[in-house]
């Protein structure tokens, strides 16, 4: 919708990389207002988990992408190297980043011996926050948009037709369910529930659990209501409800474990 807002130095600021600044920072902030101990691996994790979310992020679409690749290689094959390229990396992946993020803060803690649940714990309410943010720089940029309503629908937005990610040929007549600001708002709304568990339960693990219960039902139930195919439908679901029942079932595991684990203790 409004992919850049203003320039700097005559280069074009995106709007969509100045959300997600925001919700980094707003993350950390998060971080530093519940962290009451001052545990000085805090940061260090932080880090760690941007950088190995930033990398999940980038590789899971062209991952997801081998079949497709595989049965097109001759389209492929053909195209320039630069246009292949920017059509293989084009977009970044919410659970690509989860994905990443998760990965990184579990080898390195396992390294440095740093319990992993009251850190996960600490970190699950700031990144439903950042991604709160995040899905609104989707909502600016016109990606991640919704399937096609009526006009008169609460949640319809009309994306200009040069907006990036929209389909091919859309009209100012074709309003979109806007599912960016829809999951934005259930985001923050996540984020309040996951303080007011952590702060009842700090460092137990029920945190880092629910927000995995929490997150992949609203991912999995918003998934219906997307109408950006192309990011991935194997059969009746996208990858994203796929890994939303992965995501769902681990988490549900985990915290049947924690519970357990806590009635043992006491």
């Known amino acids: ?3 850049t807002l203003f320039e700097v130095f005559g280069r074009q600021i995106s709007t969509y990389g100045l959300l997600i600044i925001i919700g980094a920072v ?3 902030f998060t971080v530093k207002l519940l962290d009451k101990n001052k545990d000085e691996n805090v940061s260090l994790v932080f880090l760690i988990c941007i950088c190995g979310g930033l990398i999940g992020a980038v590789l899971l679409r062209p991952i997801t992408r081998i079949p497709e690749i595989i049965i097109h290689w001759e389209q492929f094959r053909q195209m320039p190297v630069r ?3 920017s059509l293989i990396f084009s977009e970044i992946v919410f659970y690509g980043g989860l994905t990443g993020g998760v990965a990184a803060m579990l080898i390195f803690c396992k390294s440095y011996k ?4 009251p850190i996960a714990d600490l970190l699950a309410p700031a990144l439903a926050v950042a991604h709160g943010f995040g899905r609104i720089g989707c909502f600016f940029g016109g990606c991640c948009y919704g399937v096609q309503v009526h006009l008169s629908h609460p949640f319809a937005v009309i994306f200009p037709p040069a907006d990036a990610g929209m389909p091919t040929g859309i009209s100012v007549s074709m309003p ?5 600001l829809i999951e934005a708002a259930s985001l923050f709304v996540i984020a309040v529930t996951l303080i007011i568990i952590y702060k009842k339960t700090a460092g137990r693990g029920l945190t880092v659990c629910s927000y995995g219960i929490l997150y992949s039902i609203l ?3 918003l998934e219906f209501y997307r109408g950006d195919s192309a990011r991935g ?4 679901l996208s990858i994203s409800q796929y890994i939303s029942m992965v995501l769902f079932v681990v988490s549900v595991v985990m ?3 924690v519970l357990r684990k806590r009635s043992i203790g006491r």
């Open 233 to 236: 439908i194997y059969g009746m």
């Open 114 to 117: 740093i319990p992993i649940l």
């Open 83 to 85: 246009i292949a390229l």
């Open 1 to 3: 919708m409004y992919p």
């Open 219 to 221: 991912r999995f139930t």
């Open 255 to 257: 915290m049947v474990l």
């Open 26 to 28: 707003a993350a950390w």
């Open 176 to 180: 979109v369910l806007a599912t960016q």
